[in-house]
């Protein structure tokens, strides 16, 4: 099984479009409000490219190992479709005297080594809208605002053997791209995804229009078992993901490159790439997610494992750093953030950038556990309760659950407990481990808030003075 990838980035920290001076922010947006003649394609207008976007770009290309080209040229990639008003896309291209912005480069996974092909700089065509599924809408509405947004292209090498590793590959390159704060990747359709598949050779499929990590794990499977079922057949198809329906549709037979005919955008003269931007650009490349991994595990001791997973989120690593600084845990704060916390996360299906749990309240209460105060349970409950409401973690709501720690009336609980459960009693007196069930027993009756080291001392004299 071969699967390549190309994955369109929208760089989404720009203030303009790619070739003209519209908004590129398009989100929640009146549709069609945020053009002008040059994103409309209008007869006389030009592009001008946008600088800061070209230094994004580059920066992308850097971390990702990829050798920058000394000029780049755009050309057009001609097309007839409804989200495209010039009838052509401004892009680049490798072949017949193409040069794009960077050619190369690889992402590592645990296990292997994912080439990259090249990375362009394009611009994205306006946005098309179904009601429901593309194969029942009525009609397709077309919202021009994104018209000529900047894109960052990265096409890998079919390198890529599995579903599962497609997800895992795509990623390690959102953390790549959050690290380098060029794209907010957890805004919808920032970051975008075709994917080439082909099971047995012969016969390979496009599937265009996946629109999150789930969705390309999803697609690609269904593809491989359409595949496997078909047999051996011949040629290229193009396929459009429809999450809906959770199936592929054929789209068309696939275009051949030659039917875009690609020749170069003569608006733009070709734009040589200095030495002196590229080093700019090198020099102000922030920490990497493989960097920083190496930092956790070296500063704070952490595991790889976690380590791998907090800084396989931007966000998620931040807030564990934040967390750190207020109340120095980290083994603990770790932990919980890689299972409990990323646990509620994925359950709900939310990323962590909107996580609502702050860093300060999160120290407070894995303070508070340390420090005797609430029990590991209630901790955790504490923490998931914050992270749903966002609501702050203040002494009183901590001191409310305090561990009770009166003796007088914990010894007054075991007493019940004892009188209810004689068969458990009779248990422990015969073996010491059944124990921890009348202090199990003990911590419901009081709602988790018994001390267990207490609640352990109380119960073993009481079996004593029984036993003797
Ligand atoms: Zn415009």
Redesign the pocket.
């Known amino acids: 099984m071969k699967i390549g990838l190309e994955v369109h980035c929208h760089l989404t920290k720009l203030k303009t ?1 790619l070739f ?3 908004s590129a922010d398009y989100y929640n947006k009146e549709p069609n409000t945020n ?6 394609g209008l007869p006389g207008s030009l592009p001008v490219l946008n600088e800061e976007a070209v230094k994004q770009a580059l920066a992308i290309a850097i971390a990702l190992g990829s050798k920058i080209s000394e000029k780049m040229i755009f050309y057009r990639k001609n097309y007839f479709y409804p989200d495209l008003p010039k009838n052509f896309q401004i892009s680049q291209y490798d072949k017949a005297g193409g040069q794009p912005l960077a050619l190369g480069g690889q992402i590592t996974l645990k296990d292997s080594v994912v080439r990259i092909r090249r990375i362009q700089l394009e611009e994205d065509p306006a946005k098309i809208v179904y009601e429901g599924s593309i194969s029942t809408s009525p009609y397709a509405l077309i919202d021009y605002n994104r018209s ?1 947004v900047a894109l960052v292209e990265i096409v890998t090498e079919p390198d890529l053997k599995t579903p599962r590793q497609a997800r895992l590959f795509l990623q390690k390159l959102r953390a790549i791209l959050e690290h380098l704060g060029v794209c907010d990747c957890s805004l919808e359709g920032a970051l975008r995804c075709d994917a080439n598949i082909s099971v047995r050779g012969g016969y390979r499929v496009e599937v265009k229009n996946i629109g999150s990590f789930k969705d390309v794990e999803k697609a690609l499977s269904f593809e491989v078992t359409r595949q496997r079922m078909l047999g051996a057949k011949k040629g290229m198809e193009t396929r459009h993901w429809d999450d809906v329906r959770g199936v592929t549709v054929s789209l068309r037979v696939k275009e051949e490159e030659m039917d875009y005919r690609y020749f170069p955008e003569a608006d733009l003269p070709p734009f040589i790439i200095t030495r002196e931007l590229i080093e700019a650009v090198a020099s102000s490349l922030p920490e990497l997610p493989d960097a920083r991994r190496e930092r956790l595990i070296r500063q704070y001791k952490l595991p790889f494992q976690s380590a791998e997973i907090l800084t396989s989120h931007k966000a998620l690593a931040d807030f564990f750093e934040a967390a750190v600084k207020e109340y120095p845990s980290p083994l603990k704060m770790a932990d919980w953030l890689v299972s409990d916390i990323l646990g509620y996360l994925n359950r709900n299906d939310l990323d962590p950038s909107v996580l609502k749990l702050k860093p300060k309240d999160f120290a407070a209460i894995v303070k508070a556990v340390e420090e005797g105060l609430i029990n590991e349970q209630t901790g955790k409950r504490l923490v998931l309760k914050a992270a749903a409401t966002g609501e702050g973690v203040g002494d009183k709501l901590i001191s409310g659950v305090s561990k009770i720690k009166d003796e007088s009336m914990l010894a007054k609980l075991v007493d019940k407990v004892f009188e209810e459960n004689v068969k458990a009693v009779q248990d422990a007196l015969a073996n010491e481990k059944a124990v921890n069930y009348l202090i199990g027993l003990v911590m419901r009756v009081s709602g988790g808030k018994a001390d267990p080291h207490l609640t352990r001392r109380i119960i073993t004299s009481k079996l004593k003075s029984m036993g003797s």
Do not use: D, E, F, L
Not at 35 to 40: E, F, H, N
């Open positions: 479009k003209c001076r519209c053009i002008c003649p040059v994103c409309m000529g």
